[in-house]
């Protein structure tokens, strides 16, 4: 178990999280789900230790290696889509055989010798996630990764994520504002409310992952349910 306790942060005298406590299961994807500008992104930056001013504790993060999956893809242009996955597995004695196998995964192993430049915006974004699993993390960072795309390639990564993370299970702490995205992904969904955030409210989605698609009943109540979760908590 992952948890933080009586977080305390802000930037100057604007308050983002006050006496905040959660605990995160590993080997899980746990959903942050909260308006824009709530706070997920700095609870995803004090977590992977990119910040250091606040005060609280976090248990169980130590010794913890990562990945981080940010909205832009970040790859390196220079670099084909092979030699971005090579470059981050240096010193590991399976390097090729991870490469081909991620790869396959999100099916861009045909584009293995292509520039990031010659890829359209959902390969650029099946890559990143892919160097993401590639590289042998504890814990993967996900700061809404989707966000701005169209539904129909939405679809598509959030199913090639799917395939990577059934394959290679690791704890995910995965930040969004959208429902959807946290119905579709998440084990546990986590909602924030207005800053100061103090509380959140827990919910568990039990149904498998490949099975689970907006137009269902069971995923259709839990959607209206976390919806007027996320409304109340925002009032």
Same mark, same amino acid.
Request: net charge negative; proline share 2%; with cysteine.
């Given at each position: 178990?992952l948890?933080?306790k009586?977080?305390?942060?802000?930037?100057?005298?604007?308050?983002?999280?006050?006496?905040?406590?959660?605990?995160?299961?590993?080997?899980?994807?746990?959903?942050?789900l &909260?308006?824009?500008?709530?706070?997920?992104t700095?609870? *995803?930056?004090?977590?992977?230790? *990119?910040?250091?001013?606040?005060?609280?504790?976090?248990?169980?993060?130590?010794?913890?290696?990562?990945?981080?999956?940010?909205?832009?893809?970040?790859?390196?242009?220079?670099?084909?889509?092979?030699?971005?996955?090579?470059?981050?597995l240096?010193?590991?004695?399976?390097?090729?055989?991870?490469?081909?196998?991620?790869?396959?995964?999100?099916?861009?192993?045909?584009?293995?010798?292509?520039?990031?430049?010659? *890829?359209?915006? &959902?390969?650029?974004?099946r890559?990143?996630?892919?160097?993401?699993?590639?590289?042998?993390?504890?814990?993967?960072?996900?700061?809404?990764?989707?966000?701005g795309?169209?539904?129909?390639?939405?679809?598509?990564?959030?199913?090639?994520?799917?395939r *990577?993370?059934?394959?290679?299970?690791?704890?995910?702490?995965?930040?969004?504002?959208?429902i959807?995205?946290?119905?579709?992904?998440?084990?546990?969904?986590?909602?924030?409310?207005?800053?100061?955030?103090?509380?959140?409210?827990?919910t568990?989605?039990?149904?498998?992952?490949?099975?689970?698609?907006?137009?269902?009943?069971?995923?259709?109540?839990?959607?209206?349910?976390?919806?007027?979760?996320?409304?109340?908590?925002?009032?």
């Amino acid at each position: 178990m992952l948890e933080i306790k009586n977080l305390n942060k802000k930037y100057d005298d604007h308050v983002i999280f006050k006496d905040f406590n959660i605990q995160l299961k590993e080997n899980e994807i746990n959903c942050i789900l &909260g308006a824009s500008g709530c706070g997920k992104t700095t609870l *995803l930056n004090i977590i992977a230790h *990119l910040d250091s001013d606040y005060e609280g504790t976090l248990e169980g993060f130590d010794h913890k290696t990562y990945s981080y999956i940010f909205q832009e893809t970040r790859l390196l242009n220079w670099f084909t889509v092979h030699k971005n996955l090579e470059v981050i597995l240096k010193g590991y004695e399976d390097i090729e055989e991870r490469i081909d196998k991620y790869l396959e995964i999100v099916e861009l192993d045909r584009y293995r010798e292509y520039y990031p430049y010659q *890829l359209s915006g &959902g390969m650029k974004q099946r890559l990143s996630i892919a160097r993401a699993f590639a590289f042998k993390s504890d814990i993967l960072l996900m700061d809404e990764p989707f966000k701005g795309l169209d539904p129909a390639l939405k679809k598509s990564l959030v199913e090639a994520f799917i395939r *990577l993370w059934e394959q290679d299970k690791r704890t995910i702490i995965f930040v969004t504002h959208d429902i959807e995205e946290s119905i579709l992904l998440g084990d546990d969904i986590y909602i924030l409310g207005d800053q100061p955030i103090k509380e959140i409210f827990r919910t568990n989605i039990s149904i498998e992952k490949s099975d689970r698609t907006l137009n269902d009943s069971l995923i259709d109540s839990k959607k209206q349910m976390i919806y007027s979760i996320f409304m109340s908590e925002k009032e």
